[in-house]
């Protein structure tokens, strides 16, 4: 299990030798590889809204009214592509589509629900801390 360690440095329960550690290519890292992904606000906000249910483009872009069109429609590709949603067409005239979650995408509700439960818990903490931030970084001379 990931945890923090001294210095603020992302440590293992069992770290690889220094000079093993020094040689991995950190674009081969599955948590950067996912939190890439995972940690853009618009994947976070669609995995959410889809969480209730399946929804068409239309109502996606309405839940989320600030993200654009073009954005809405990257991060889409980008959740179906890591199999975190899926994408059904319907043989209609126009054709409807409509996204869903995956078993993989409803996987990840777990984490994500904590972080937001986490982050609706101390919101008040860490905006408080970024008024005292701010107030002695205003204060410090130059």
């Known amino acids: 299990m990931p945890r923090l360690s001294e210095g603020n440095h992302l440590a293992v329960a069992n770290p690889l030798p220094k000079d ?3 040689e991995l290519d950190p674009s081969r890292c599955p948590v950067r590889d996912v939190l890439d992904h995972i ?3 618009w994947t976070a906000l669609i995995l959410l809204t ?5 929804q068409r483009f239309s109502e996606l872009h309405r839940a989320i009214p600030d993200i654009s069109k073009r954005m809405l429609t990257q991060s889409l590709r980008e959740l179906e592509r890591d199999g975190l949603i899926e994408r059904r ?3 209609t005239k126009p054709p409807s589509v409509e996204y869903r979650l995956s078993s993989l ?3 990840i509700m777990v984490p994500l629900l904590g972080l937001v439960e986490w982050a609706e818990r101390h919101h008040a903490d860490i905006r408080q801390a970024r008024v005292y ?8 001379p130059a």
Do not use: I
Request: no cysteine.
């Open 50 to 54: 889809l969480q209730a249910q399946a």
């Open 105 to 107: 995408g409803e996987s």
């Open 39 to 41: 940690g853009n606000k």
């Open 133 to 140: 931030f701010d107030g002695a970084r205003d204060s410090e």
């Open 89 to 91: 067409v319907y043989p």
């Open 20 to 22: 093993a550690a020094s």
